[in-house]
């Protein structure tokens, strides 16, 4: 057995005990974490230290610094997510049904963890700290691979959470493994005895390699395309902030707007004010033919455009001339991540939320909303455009699944069969 | 575009309308399916006769003939199978949630279907009315691949069901795609732009070319070793016809038992008789060395024994000394589908139940009820061991997903950004 399949067997055999451990006992893990990381955070900050001059030495990208840096305010933020953390109900162990299938035979539903799940993520090791809590506290365990700018950083956080959980109880020994190397990746994908699911967070190409190299369930999502549509009754004093936030909040993540559909019955009132909004920001501007009449001097939109998740300060600018356009270009460019109508029409808003095929769809509020944390979820391990299992940005729910349990007194199934087969009494409890 | 990319991304369109389709004209469609299969069950005898008779003359093995026979019982079965599935609550446009984010700004998570599903069955055609009609019900397309044994019923089936769709409602039209052939099916597979999940049923073989050959999320189960184990508190008298129905009740289905685990403090107890009665129903025993000896005369168990899943009256049989050896084995040697625990003991069932990772996990009762009829779902698509989406046996609730719909009113993450930051509410509603 290679070192990295005893440890993928290590954390599949702890995955079967730590399903089982209490809430409690998960909560005092998650507290102990953060003391762990509040006198740790000395520790923390001089291996992110080392991690970011080795970085600028290597000329990473400004943007990728930022992410990479951990200071004192940034670890204080992840002991206050834990505390958060700690007070959501367990996902774990809850029963989702109950059906009395016959007298003394009873079927039960309830909420499981998935097992074993492996996490690739780029930059910033807060996620380390996020994805450990996460699948703790809802009895997964993980195996972490983070980028290798921020290897010490990576280090010493998993010492620290290991350190911690373990010396609370044996039932969290072994539940978190930390890969270092891309060849721990490519080996770790050919364990589906081991992993129950991959959830993968980086480019595009990095999300296709995943899936295409792996018979192992991946969650996650590639692109993120999304648009925003201002509808012929569009409210402009709506649309001109909540398009320029939906663009420029934070242009370089995923539910950032790239596309932007404009009804033609309100172009010309919206477009040039609009306009002026993003260019006070730096954006970019690309736009149709159309668009390039009322915005004389914007560069031509292309075909291509249409399929770019920019992640830059640029816009591509499209006039349509209904909502069924809109709804058709959004389903068939658009990545199904998040999209947004802006309109006082509730018929108009009603239509495009059932027609449009994507994670999250809104109307009149910005498509940066789309997030774990400001859903409400605690935080979020990553956000799906997957079509199975979750969806949209992935809290604690999406990391369970269920079993099944049937308790009962002798009952055979010959006893349901053929001509003077008993019937089933199939009562909801 | 070739042929079958127009069938599907035809689908993929028409998913896209299905999705919104009202429950009472879905549940006048399977109305007209019902009435539509009645009315042409002698053109369905028909075309299934024509199937059995090239089966027979190709040689194809008795029990796969029974299976593809399509009788007026089996069509009238169909036929009230449509009724009981008219009468289940819809799975779509549930409200799963609601948080109000802040006043004005409202998160709703709401269930909607997968999309497009491609399902592959062999020899039982009426596998293709569950499956069409598990999948209208539940909004979502279905691209269906049979047996090619069955290909004449297959196609007035598949005609029957679309002409009656089709008199309904338009919204009907290009919901249900047939395929016949294998490169079909090979291309297929190509297609994650169009297909949102795949649901194979039929070999392990069958089940793992489909997971190796696409990047298409895959639903369904390869192995099927399910496991008894007779705890030292059992009662004999529920143990024995609990085992002998688990084992022969249907031998060559996923949920029947493969092998059987003895506690050692009973062994001696209850396998005479539990052999006796194996024996009655032409069992075939193999067992380890401590079995060999309580029943002198039967074939030793090998190592691949624990790995094999018989479909056929065999039984392998080893005697293990605690609940741990018997829970640590099934997780071992087990597939995750169904296993069993006989005793009389709540603490070690209670236990069996929680460190068992199978799908159903069952005490004192047969395996061969982890059926979606016997658990009360109306029909299946099929039994799932993923640990993702739906697991155990698949009815219209593993046949949605959700979306996320936010409605606010101009609201901006920059507002809830920075030192000046609005602080969320997060209300349940």
Redesign the interface.
């Known amino acids: 057995m290679s070192e990295i399949e005893k440890m993928l067997s290590g954390l599949r055999d702890a995955?079967?005990?730590l399903?089982?451990a209490p809430s409690d006992l998960k909560n005092s893990a998650l507290e102990a974490i953060a003391h762990s990381l509040h006198r740790g955070s000395d520790e923390i900050i001089a291996a992110n230290k080392l991690d970011l001059e080795r970085s600028e030495a290597e000329s990473l990208a400004a943007p990728l610094l930022k992410r990479l840096k951990l200071d004192s305010g940034k670890i204080e933020g992840l002991i206050s997510g834990i505390s958060s953390l700690v007070n959501l109900p367990d996902p774990v162990g809850a029963q989702l049904s109950a059906?009395k299938?016959d007298d003394g035979?009873v079927?039960r539903k309830v909420s499981v963890p998935?097992?074993v799940i492996g996490v690739i993520f780029e930059s910033r090791p807060d996620a380390l700290v996020q994805i450990a809590t996460l699948g703790l506290k809802s009895g997964n365990c993980v195996v972490l691979k983070g980028g290798s700018e921020a290897k010490e950083t990576n280090r010493i956080l998993a010492r620290l959470i290991t350190e911690a959980i373990t010396s609370v109880d044996e039932v969290f020994d072994d539940t978190i493994g930390l890969l270092e190397t891309r060849e721990d990746v490519a080996s770790m994908l050919e364990y589906d005895n081991y992993i129950?699911?991959i959830i993968p967070r980086g480019s595009n190409e990095f999300v296709k390699y995943i899936?295409?190299n792996s018979?192992i369930?991946v969650?996650g999502h590639a692109d993120g395309i999304c648009h925003g549509y201002i509808d012929s009754e569009a409210?402009i004093?709506?649309a001109i902030?909540?398009i320029?936030?939906s663009k420029t909040?934070y242009v370089a993540v995923c539910n950032a707007l790239e596309t932007l559909l404009v009804h033609e019955g309100i172009a010309q009132q919206v477009l040039p004010d609009l306009a002026a909004a993003l260019k006070d920001k730096n954006v970019l501007i690309k736009g149709c033919a159309k668009t390039m009449q009322i915005l004389p001097g914007i560069e031509p939109a292309t075909e291509e455009d249409w399929k770019t998740e920019y992640l830059d300060y640029t816009v591509s600018i499209k006039i349509v001339d209904s909502l069924d356009e809109a709804i058709n270009h959004i389903?068939r460019y658009g990545s199904g991540h998040t999209d947004v109508i802006i309109t006082r029409d509730r018929a108009a808003?009603s239509k495009f939320?059932?027609?449009v095929?994507?994670?999250?769809?809104?109307?009149?509020?910005?498509t940066?909303?789309?997030d774990g944390f400001?859903?409400?979820f605690g935080a979020e391990v990553g956000i799906s455009t997957?079509?199975?299992?979750a969806?949209?940005?992935v809290g604690l729910d999406g990391l369970v699944?269920?079993?099944?349990?049937?308790?009962?007194?002798?009952?055979?199934?010959?006893n349901?069969?053929g001509p003077d087969a008993r019937a089933?009494k199939?009562e909801k409890m």
């Not at 095929?357 to 910005?366: A, F, K, P, Q």
């Not at 997957?386 to 299992?389: E, F, L, Q, S």
Request: aromatic share 8%; charged share 20%.
């Open positions: 995955s079967i005990r399903a089982s059906t299938l035979l079927l998935i097992g129950n699911l899936q295409d018979s369930p969650m409210d004093e709506v902030p909540v320029v936030d909040q389903n808003a939320q059932a027609l095929d994507s994670s999250s769809v809104m109307v009149n509020c910005s940066r909303f789309a400001r859903y409400g997957n079509k199975i299992h969806r949209g940005p699944i269920y079993k099944f349990l049937v308790d009962g007194e002798g009952h055979i199934v010959e349901y069969s089933f199939h």
